[in-house]
């Protein structure tokens, strides 16, 4: 902004008809730059140029204008986010709109006062520049000026480097963040690879069985795949047979025992009895007797449908079997080595006694007495009652409501029985409501009051 400088009227040196008070009446005012001093007269107007920007100046060797550097955000007074680059820091709060100052205002509380107005200066009559007071250096180059926020000098800024992919130490320069790993170059895998570290090791390999062998009834070597598990056992007798010819001939034969496989069952209907062997489907049945080839497999399976009481449910073998695998035990394979003679056990369902219904009793108290024959009764449900004994259904709601006769008030609900002390009716009123359960016993004692003993 240009200063603006006033001049007051001064005063003569002397008395006589050719002074005069007032300065627009002297004759030869002094002048800048050839420019009168009348009025209020801004640098402007009296031709001075002082430089109020950088891009003011002639820019010398060593300074740099913004356009050197990059683009900066502009701040935004408006901005609330602390980490936007726009976001002014330490805002200064704005006053109310300042009032001009008046030369003139006597009145030393209004705003437009002027304190300790100075003494005008000789430059007020002299008009001569260089009697101004405080008159600023006008700086001709910017390395005249003090560098503000947002110039630098090419001094500043800092030498550019090339990246250098294998540079390690991560404060120079050269260091590259964030490279990307790259992998090894494939490797063809390789099924005799032991080294687990090796890109050509194969993971979870399959295991590849040895070549399938015969089977040799001969082979005795249990580790043998040749080996036949649960043969049957066999004996041999020596057979002469005579032909048609009256011949004979005589051979080695070869006989499989059989023996008694006898499993029992009486808890049908409500626990059955289901076998298979030999491919057979399973058949229903309370008992299985029969005699089977040594090396036979029996699959037995047992069914509980009992619910009720008098039915049975399965428990368990006579000779204590228990399912290696964790099973309930109704299914169990049994491989015939000899005789086997088992039963299946189960127990019965035992009856349920019904629980007794639920019982209310109410009793009527006239004066702590017990009574009723004043009139004062309860209605139960609709009805009333000077004393009340009855059962109720399982879940029942029952309402008990206080009637006091004539000359009587009801005072008070006293609850006995079975009541449960976590969800207690209210007793606050002269309405009793609450929910009634088989197996228990409720009761309620109704306090009436004359009203003379009140």
Request: with cysteine.
């Amino acid at each position: 902004m240009a200063k603006k400088y006033m001049v007051v009227g001064g005063r003569g040196n002397g008395g006589g008809s050719g002074s005069t008070t007032n300065y627009t009446d002297l004759e030869n005012k002094p002048s800048i730059n050839n420019v009168t001093l009348t009025g209020n007269k801004t640098t402007s107007d009296l031709g001075i140029v002082i430089p109020t920007a950088t891009s003011d100046l002639n820019n010398d060797s060593g300074f740099i204008t913004s356009s050197d550097v990059p683009a900066q955000v502009q701040s935004d007074w408006n901005e609330a986010d602390t980490t936007d680059p726009a976001y002014i820091q330490n805002k200064p709060t704005i006053p109310a709109a300042p009032v001009q100052s008046n030369w003139n205002e006597a009145d030393s509380s209004s705003l437009a006062y002027i304190q300790n107005k100075p003494s005008l200066a000789t430059v007020a009559t002299s008009g001569s520049y260089t009697d101004l007071s405080n008159t600023p250096t006008i700086p001709t180059a910017t390395s005249d000026l003090n560098n503000d926020s947002g110039f630098i000098t090419s001094s500043d800024i800092p030498a550019q480097v090339q990246s250098d992919w294998n540079e390690a130490d991560s404060s120079d320069p050269a260091y590259i963040q964030n490279k990307p790993t790259i992998p090894a170059a494939p490797v063809q895998s390789n099924w005799n690879e032991a080294d687990s570290g090796s890109l050509a090791y194969i993971q979870n390999k399959p295991t590849i069985p040895a070549a399938p062998v015969q089977s040799n009834w001969n082979e005795a070597n249990n580790s043998s795949l040749a080996y036949i598990q649960n043969k049957p056992p066999m004996t041999t007798e020596t057979w002469t047979f005579t032909l048609a010819d009256t011949s004979t001939i005589t051979r080695t034969v070869y006989i499989v025992p059989s023996y008694r496989v006898h499993v029992t069952n009486s808890y049908s209907p409500s626990v059955e009895l289901e076998y298979s062997y030999d491919d057979d489907t399973y058949t229903t049945t309370t008992d299985f007797d029969e005699y089977l080839d040594a090396g036979t497999s029996v699959w037995f399976r047992v069914t509980s449908s009992g619910s009720m009481p008098g039915e049975y449910v399965f428990t368990g073998w006579s000779d204590g079997w228990i399912d290696p695998l964790g099973g309930d035990g109704t299914r169990r394979q049994i491989t015939v080595t000899g005789n086997v003679t088992l039963s299946v056990e189960a127990e019965e369902i035992p009856s349920i006694e019904p629980a007794e219904p639920p019982e209310v009793s109410v009793t009527v108290y006239e004066d702590d007495i017990p009574g009723g024959e004043d009139g004062n009764c309860v209605n139960v449900n609709g009805s009333s009652y000077d004393g009340f004994n009855s059962h109720f259904s399982d879940g029942d709601t029952v309402t008990i409501i206080a009637e006091p006769g004539m000359g009587y008030v009801f005072d008070d609900w006293i609850l006995q029985g079975d009541f449960d002390p976590n969800d207690m009716p209210d007793t606050s009123t002269d309405t009793l409501t609450f929910t009634v359960y088989n197996g228990m016993n409720y009761g309620v004692n109704a306090y009436f009051y004359s009203i003379e003993e009140q």
